[in-house]
Every structure is written in structure tokens, then in C-alpha cells.
């Protein structure tokens, strides 16, 4: 074995999009498979905005004195925020168009599409992605 195969040589996962209940992938009008890119849980652009986050955080808490008590609701929004702006590109069909990618637009579709969100979610935590 080899150390230089656990570096890894893309700074982007790219997830085929399924069925929720199929499992099926799903296809564009053009046939070719739904997919979103997101960076990768190790590249720059992902600890950049992780760090602007936590920094976002410790601004309130220190603000707000030691009183700050984390709220389940704030912690899923920041995961919602965190997947937004580490989405790079898609390639996705949604109301017969393909939409402009926007940190707004993929935080409303990761909300509204069932079973979107954990896909990604799924897909920077697959082992597979880190090599």
C-alpha cells in the first residue's frame, strides 16, 4: 500500500441524482442523468465557507454573552447554508427548465425536493469521495 492513494485528486463529488423511492437515476429531457457538483469536504472553497460560518457563530456567542443556547432549528440551517454555497454546478431539470444556479434557488430546491438533501449529504460523506 501506498499513502499517495488516500490523496485525494478532485476537489469535487459529483452526485447522480435518484428516485427517492425508485432508486432510479433521473434523466434530463436530453437524457443525461441529473447530477449536482459539490466541493468536496477537504478542498478550499468547503473550509472557506465552513470557516465563515463558525466565525458568523463566535461573533454572536461573544455578543451575546455565555448565554447562547444552540437551537436545533439554527444548526439545520446552517447545514442548509453550508450545502447551498458548496453546490459548484448542476445539472438538473425542474419545471421543464434547467435553473440558474443561485445559493437561494439551491436552498429552496434542497428544501423542497424530497430526498435531495440527503443524497448530497450522503454523497460528501461516501468514503469513496475522499479518494
Known amino acids: 500500500m501506498d499513502l499517495q492513494t488516500l490523496i485525494p485528486t ?29 466541493w468536496n469536504t477537504f478542498s478550499d472553497k468547503y473550509k472557506e465557507v465552513m470557516y465563515s460560518q463558525a466565525d458568523l457563530r463566535l461573533a454572536k456567542a461573544l455578543s451575546e454573552g455565555e448565554d447562547i443556547k444552540p437551537k436545533a432549528a439554527d444548526m439545520d440551517a446552517n447545514a442548509l447554508d453550508l450545502l447551498a454555497k458548496i453546490t459548484k454546478e448542476w445539472n438538473i431539470t425542474l419545471g421543464g427548465e434547467t435553473p440558474k ?19 448530497l449529504e450522503k454523497g460528501l460523506n461516501n468514503s469513496e469521495a475522499f479518494t
Open 101 to 119: 444556479l443561485t445559493v437561494k434557488q439551491a436552498k429552496e430546491l434542497y428544501i423542497k425536493v424530497y430526498g435531495l438533501r440527503t443524497q
Open 10 to 38: 478532485s476537489d469535487t463529488i459529483t452526485v447522480e441524482i435518484k428516485h427517492p423511492v425508485t432508486e432510479e437515476t433521473m434523466v434530463n429531457p436530453d437524457k443525461s442523468p441529473m447530477t449536482i457538483t459539490l
